[in-house]
Nanobody, 121 residues
């Protein structure tokens, strides 16, 4: 099994910052992409940011210049630094990784349980 454990969500005022962390553990051979998605009430889950093992990143336009994604490959951990937060960033944030466990011949998607981020005054 591959487990993803997220931390760092919470309530913050507009303009504030939060840092999300997600650690992958379990029977992992290798991890390719890691990333963050979010889902606001009444909306579909959307990609926020992804980072591949080589370090190349991809961020959705609405968070460019405010959010930064990074990764510690030795710890199988991905981070999302969120600055200048806006009320429209309010959502449940989900960690995702594309990983190959020992017991499988192929890569699959794995998800964390989600962490709530609320931006409100």
């Amino acid at each position: 099994q591959v487990q993803l454990v997220e931390s760092g969500g919470g309530l913050v005022q507009p303009g504030g910052s939060l840092r999300l962390s997600c650690a992958a553990s379990g029977s992992i051979v290798s991890i390719n992409d890691m990333g963050w998605y979010r889902q606001a009430p009444g909306k579909e889950r959307e990609l926020v940011a992804r980072i591949i093992s080589g370090g190349r990143t991809n961020l959705v336009d609405s968070v460019k210049g405010r959010f930064t994604i990074s990764r510690d490959n030795a710890k199988n951990t991905v981070y999302l630094q969120m600055n200048s937060l806006k009320p429209e960033d309010t959502a449940v944030y989900y960690c995702n990784c594309y990983a190959k466990p020992y017991y499988s011949a192929s890569y699959s998607d794995y998800w964390g349980q989600g962490t709530q981020v609320t931006v409100s005054s």
